[in-house]
C-alpha cells in the first residue's frame, strides 16, 4: 500500500483541522490502519488506528479530541482534529497499524501540522 498524508496546515490553538490519507491498492480495505506523528525533536508516535471494519482506538493525548474514520469506496483515511494544542504540532503520516512502531520500514509523505498558541 502506498500512502500520502496531506491537508496540514496552520491553525491557532483551539481549532480545528482534517487530514487526509490517499492510498493505493486493493488491499485497502483489510488494513488494520493508523494515524503517527512526529514532533520536533521527539521520537514518532501512534495516535489513532482504526480497523477494516471501523473499531478504533486512539492514543491518550488525542482521545475526545481526534476522530480517525476511512471510506474504503475511496481508498481513504481520515483524522478530523479539534480542540488543538499547540503541543499537537508535528509531522502526520498514515500507515498500517503496529504495536511496535519501528517494525514499520516504509513511510509515505507526511504533513505538517502547526498550531500556533
Known amino acids: 500500500v502506498q500512502l500520502q498524508a496531506f491537508g496540514g496546515g496552520l491553525v491557532q490553538a483551539g481549532g480545528s483541522l482534517t487530514l487526509s490519507c490517499a492510498a493505493s491498492?486493493?488491499?485497502?480495505?483489510?488494513?488494520?490502519m493508523a494515524w503517527y506523528r512526529q514532533a520536533p525533536g521527539k521520537e514518532r508516535e501512534f495516535v489513532a488506528g482504526?480497523?477494516?471494519?471501523?473499531?478504533?482506538n486512539y492514543a491518550d493525548s488525542v482521545k475526545g479530541r481526534f476522530t480517525i474514520s476511512r471510506d474504503n469506496g475511496d481508498n481513504t483515511l481520515y483524522l478530523q482534529m479539534s480542540s488543538l494544542k499547540p503541543e499537537d504540532t508535528a509531522i502526520y503520516y498514515c500507515?498500517?497499524?503496529?504495536?511496535?512502531?519501528?517494525?514499520?520500514?516504509?513511510w509515505g509523505q507526511g504533513t505538517v501540522v502547526t498550531v500556533s498558541s
Open positions: 482504526i480497523t477494516g471494519t471501523g473499531s478504533t
Open positions: 491498492g486493493s488491499t485497502f480495505r483489510r488494513k488494520f
Open positions: 500507515n498500517t497499524f503496529a504495536l511496535r512502531i519501528s517494525t514499520l520500514s516504509s
